[in-house]
């Protein structure tokens, strides 16, 4: 049997493993290039001048000052694994699974000082190390941010409306709290009903809390609008509350 070298040799295969070379760190400082002039912020052109505003409305310190973080990480200090996050939200990716797709951006890899992003897993454990408590003391970094930005924008808003409002979030399986309530795009589906406030005048979020799926009682609305009252900046002297006839009960009015 004669074969013919032409026809039954194969074919040279790409090479699937790792860069033999490590790549260098990109670092990004002040004199790194940038701009932006869209009407909205993107990946790419707006990734930059959100950093840069976070670093002079010192958000590192916010969060070393404010948030408990008990791990010891060695791919990341704790505050970029939170940056990290963060950014992720301003590109447009929801889940930690999404981090596979940034692990080399040079822009997101650059502003947080590492060759690639940690794994998926290692973003899980950092957060499962998180307290419950977490939760309160990053709303109390986001009062903090909202006076500093206000205060360099020089807004001095003496009257303010808020607008309070549940929301559905259909979940799948056991998820633990799921309730079936009020759901018209999933009827009959268990789900959360986060309650969520908003600042009409500025569009910020100002406090909110993730709930089981049942209607929330009294109590917890005025637990609620107590925790927006004491994140609203002290220059606000007067406020009005707008909400549906879902919140309207005695507890609420007192508060």
């Known amino acids: 049997m004669v074969n013919n070298r032409k026809e039954h040799t194969r074919k040279t295969s790409a090479k699937q493993g790792p ?10 400082g002040a004199t790194t290039p940038y701009n932006f002039t869209g009407p909205n912020l993107t990946a790419y052109g707006g990734l930059l001048p959100v950093a840069t505003m976070l670093e002079k ?21 704790g505050f970029r694994f939170v940056l990290g996050m963060v950014m992720a939200l301003y590109v447009g990716f929801s889940r930690l699974n999404h981090l596979q797709f940034l692990e080399r951006e040079p822009m997101l890899t650059g502003i947080l000082e590492v060759v690639k992003l940690p794994p998926q897993c290692t973003f899980w454990r950092f957060l499962a190390s998180l307290h419950l408590t977490v ?8 009062r903090h941010m909202r006076q500093r930005v206000w ?19 259909t979940v799948y399986g056991r998820q633990m709290g799921a309730r079936k309530g009020y759901n018209p795009q999933h009827k009959g589906k268990k789900s959360f009903q986060p309650i969520l406030t908003f600042l009409a005048e500025t569009r910020e979020y100002v406090s909110g809390e ?37 919140f309207y009960c005695w507890q609420a009015v007192a508060a």
């Open 19 to 28: 860069d033999s070379v490590t790549p260098k760190l990109m670092k990004i």
């Open 57 to 77: 409305l010192q958000f590192q310190q916010l969060i070393e000052e404010h948030v408990t973080i008990k791990r010891l990480t060695t791919s990341m200090p």
């Open 151 to 169: 205060a360099a924008a020089h807004v001095g808003l003496q009257e303010v409306t808020l607008d309070t409002d549940t929301t559905v979030d």
């Open 135 to 142: 939760a309160r003391q990053l709303l109390e970094v986001g």
């Open 210 to 246: 993730l709930r089981k799926g049942d209607w929330p009682t009294g109590q917890q609305i005025a637990q609620h609008l107590a925790s927006v009252l004491a994140a609203l900046p002290p220059s606000v002297e007067r406020i009005y509350a707008r909400a549906d006839s879902g």
